[in-house]
């Protein structure tokens, strides 16, 4: 198993999921919060690129500082036990870092994108 609890499966549409798995509700069930996608593509060099991109926005609900659990059958998707590289690891635990800034007027600023504006 991964360190904190952070497990991969395939999903049934066969994504790679990486998240963090919490109690499940039931035997038969993953329970799973901050889950991403990761994306695996060659570049024209004819190296792998390798992108993690969250499962659903946050920016997008009500309360931006609570992560949804997500609830899969496990009869629906393939759970592995292997070991995640040390720096793919790294990559999804700062993606849920806090990246929320206050503006000059007092509002909270939220980041979408790794940009440097």
């Known amino acids: 198993m991964n360190p904190d609890n952070i497990v991969v499966f395939l999903d049934a549409i ?16 993953l329970a799973v919060t901050k889950p991403v996608v990761l994306n695996v593509q060659p ?9 993690l991109y969250p499962l659903f926005f946050r920016e997008f609900t009500s309360n931006r500082d609570e992560f949804a659990t997500w609830i899969y059958d496990e009869s629906n998707v393939v759970i592995s036990n292997i070991a995640l590289e040390a720096n ?5 635990k700062q ?8 503006a000059d007027d007092g509002k909270k600023v939220i980041k979408l ?4 504006n």
């Open 88 to 92: 793919l690891i790294a990559q999804y």
């Open 14 to 29: 066969q994504r790679t999921i990486i998240a963090t798995r919490v109690d499940t509700p039931a035997s038969n069930k």
């Open 95 to 102: 993606m849920f870092q806090t990246s929320a800034q206050v």
């Open 43 to 51: 570049t024209q060099d004819k190296k792998l690129q390798v992108q």
């Open 113 to 116: 994108f790794d940009d440097q």
